[in-house]
């Protein structure tokens, strides 16, 4: 008789071989709190691309402050050109006005002979005669600087009545506005003969007449260096009439201050 042999115990669970895996190692995946590993696949992604879209950025912003600058540039040297222009201009305009009030200057300086000598007509003593009447040249106080007064002065020569006559011819020309009153003096008197009339000759009866004397006198004095412009009543009183309006012209445009 045969008999079966069976073992029951290989076939319990603990006795069973598990299967093995092919391919060497096996790949547990994570389980629990999957946040953090969400946190790190998403910055791993994300700051390449945000590093990507801001060097972008970056270009084109350079482009266009490039595209800014090279435009300054031209605008600065356009305007440097301008401003150029406008120096030019500027030393051409302050030239011609020291031209021009260089003229001024010489034309408000101006004292009209028919004015001086109506002023001197206007302030003769009827004892008084005028002989010569010369302009003396400005002198320099200091040799190689500008005369202190360039108008230069006047010097008056004739024949008075008397010493009397010839002070009170004196401060008449110390009130005229034309001349210095400071600077106005009598430099010689003397007694002289007076002249013969012409036309009148020695009686025949053999009677010489002596002539009366006179005073020969020689006035000095300085013209005033006060400006035309300042002057123009007196200008007018005299009858300066072209000097006055040359005069009111340039106040009227602002050359010559009123």
Do not use: C, H
């Not at 000598?117 to 400005?138: G, H, M, S």
């Not at 008056?156 to 210095?180: E, M, W, Y």
Request: aromatic share 4%; no cysteine.
């Amino acid at each position: 008789m045969y008999s079966l042999d069976v073992n029951f115990l290989k076939d319990r669970p603990a006795y069973q071989k598990k299967p093995e895996r092919k391919g060497g190692m096996s790949l547990k995946l994570p389980t629990g709190n999957l946040t953090p590993v969400y946190v790190g696949v998403a910055l791993g992604i994300g700051l390449p691309a945000l590093l990507g879209v801001g060097w972008w950025l970056l270009q084109g912003k350079i482009v266009e402050l490039e595209g800014q600058i090279a435009q300054l540039d031209q605008e600065s040297k356009r305007l440097d050109a301008e401003i150029g222009n406008l120096n030019k201009i500027k030393a051409e305009t302050i030239a011609i006005k020291g031209e021009t009030q260089a003229l001024v200057t010489v034309f408000d300086q101006i004292r009209p002979w028919s004015a001086m000598l109506q002023d001197l007509r206007d302030r003769i003593p009827a004892a008084v005669q005028i002989e010569n009447i010369k302009q003396i040249p400005p002198i320099a106080v200091v040799a190689g600087q500008p005369p202190n007064n360039p108008a230069g002065g006047l010097e008056i020569t004739g024949l008075a009545r008397s010493f009397n006559d010839v002070n009170d011819f004196l401060l008449s020309l110390q009130q005229s506005r034309f001349l210095k009153s400071t600077e106005s003096r009598i430099i010689t008197t003397a007694l002289v003969d007076a002249p013969l009339i012409p036309g009148v000759v020695q009686p025949n009866s053999g009677v010489v007449i002596q002539p009366p004397q006179v005073v020969k006198y020689t006035i000095q004095s300085s013209m005033n260096d006060v400006p035309a412009s300042e002057l123009i009543r007196e200008l007018e009183k005299k009858g300066t009439v072209g000097l006055v309006t040359r005069i009111r012209s340039m106040q009227k445009i602002g050359v010559i201050s009123k």
